[in-house]
Nanobody, 124 residues
Framework: QVQLVESGGGLVQAGGSLRLSCAAS????????MGWFRQAPGKEREFVAG????????YYADSVKGRFTISRDNSKNTVYLEMNSLKPEDTAMYYC?????????????????WGQGTQVTVSS
């Protein structure tokens, strides 16, 4: 069993930055790819960024490419999402997840474990 706890969300003005963290318990998380998703009110949960087990591969949604950076520290079982140049449309609940694969995948169905989420609100 893997448990994920996100933190770092909050209220920020447009153009600002936030750093999200996701602490995982259980050995499985350090041997699988991980990802960040987000869900805005009335919308489906969407892929934001993913990172492979060894951090050699990362992948981003087009909407965040160049502004967000995903990283991980396997010694701490933690994955991060650095978010810069935030826009109001980035407002959402952000979730981290553990994949069933070692390489990056974008489909929700390929992720087995999910955190409870952390809210990010970007004011204009």
């Amino acid at each position: 069993q893997v448990q994920l706890v996100e933190s770092g969300g909050g209220l920020v003005q447009a153009g600002g930055s936030l750093r999200l963290s996701c602490a995982a318990s259980g050995r499985t998380s350090s041997s699988k790819a991980m990802g960040w998703f987000r869900q805005a009110p009335g919308k489906e949960r969407e892929f934001v960024a993913g990172i492979s087990v060894t951090s050699t591969s990362t992948y981003y949604a087009d909407s965040v490419k160049g502004r967000f950076t995903i990283s991980r520290d396997n010694s701490k079982n933690t994955v991060y999402l650095e978010m810069n140049s935030l826009k109001p449309e980035d407002t959402a609940m952000y979730y981290c997840a553990v994949s069933r694969t070692t390489g990056v995948v974008t489909a929700r169905k390929r992720y087995d474990y999910w955190g409870q989420g952390t809210q990010v609100t970007v004011s204009s």
